[in-house]
T-cell receptor, first 114, second 115 residues
Framework: EAGVAQSPRYKIIEKRQSVAFWCNPISGHATLYWYQQILGQGPKLLIQFQNNGVVDDSQLPKDRFSAERLKGVDSTLKIQPAKLEDSAVYLC????????????FGPGTRLTVT | AQSVSQHNHHVILSEAASLELGCNYS??????LFWYVQYPGQHLQLLLK??????LVKGIKGFEAEFIKSKFSFNLRKPSVQWSDTAEYFC?????????????FGQGTELSVKP
C-alpha cells in the first residue's frame, strides 16, 4: 500500500511570496489532515477534511492560509503572503475515517521563509 | 483547552538502559492516547495507542505505555533501549469521535542512545 505523498519536500521563499504544497493521501482514506510543525514543537492541526468538506479549520490563519481538497482525494495548502514565522514543516496525514482511526503521515514539506 | 505536556526535551541513554518518557494531558473526559515516533529522516509513525480496556498497552519494537487516569498520564517505557531507538517521540491525545480525530501533540522528546 502506497503511503501519503507530499511535494515538494523542501521550499525556500522570501517573505511576502506565495507557496503551495500538495498532498496525495492513501487510497480510500476519507479524512485528510494538514499539520504545521515548528522546530522544537509538536505538530499542530491546521485543517481537517472529511472527503471534500472541511471538518475543522479553527487553527488555520485564514487571512493568509487556504486549503482545498478537490474531489475528496488530493489536497493543496497555500500560503499567501508568507511570513517569517511560517517557517516550519507542513505535514499531511490521512485516515480511513474520522474519530480515532490511525493517522498515517507523509514525509512533510520543510518551508523556509527568508 | 486540551494540552499535552512531555516532561523531557532531550534524553540521552546508553544501550541496554531502561527508558521512561513522561506524558501528561489535560482533559477531563474520555480520551484516546497515542505515542508516535519519528526516526531520523523518516515519517511520523504510530508506536502504540490506548482506546479502552487494559491500561497497559504494548506497541511495536518492545515499547509499552501505561495509562493512569487519576494522574492524567500516559508514560512510555522500554526495558532495554537499542541504538536504533534513537528518534523523536511524540505523545498525542484525541478526545474521541466528537473531536473528529484531531490530535493534540506534545512538544516531543528527542532520545539519543549511545552505542
Amino acid at each position: 500500500e502506497a503511503g501519503v505523498a507530499q511535494s515538494p519536500r523542501y521550499k525556500i521563499i522570501e517573505k511576502r511570496q506565495s507557496v503551495a504544497f500538495w498532498c496525495n493521501p492513501i487510497s480510500g482514506h476519507a479524512t485528510l489532515y494538514w499539520y504545521q510543525q515548528i522546530l522544537g514543537q509538536g505538530p499542530k492541526l491546521l485543517i481537517q477534511f472529511q472527503n471534500n468538506g472541511v471538518v475543522d479549520d479553527s487553527q488555520l490563519p485564514k487571512d493568509r492560509f487556504s486549503a482545498e481538497r478537490l474531489k475528496g482525494v488530493d489536497s493543496t495548502l497555500k500560503i499567501q503572503p508568507a511570513k517569517l514565522e511560517d517557517s516550519a514543516v507542513y505535514l499531511c496525514a490521512s485516515s480511513r475515517g474520522r474519530g480515532v482511526d490511525e493517522q498515517y503521515f507523509g514525509p512533510g514539506t520543510r518551508l523556509t521563509v527568508t | 483547552a486540551q494540552s499535552v505536556s512531555q516532561h523531557n526535551h532531550h534524553v540521552i541513554l546508553s544501550e541496554a538502559a531502561s527508558l521512561e518518557l513522561g506524558c501528561n494531558y489535560s482533559y477531563g473526559g474520555t480520551v484516546n492516547l497515542f505515542w508516535y515516533v519519528q526516526y531520523p529522516g523518516q515519517h511520523l509513525q504510530l508506536l502504540l495507542k490506548y482506546f479502552s480496556g487494559d491500561p497497559l498497552v504494548k506497541g511495536i519494537k518492545g515499547f509499552e505505555a501505561e495509562f493512569i487516569k487519576s494522574k492524567f498520564s500516559f508514560n512510555l517505557r522500554k526495558p532495554s533501549v537499542q541504538w536504533s531507538d534513537t528518534a523523536e517521540y511524540f505523545c498525542a491525545v484525541n478526545a474521541g469521535y466528537n473531536q473528529g480525530g484531531k490530535l493534540i501533540f506534545g512538544q516531543g522528546t528527542e532520545l539519543s542512545v549511545k552505542p
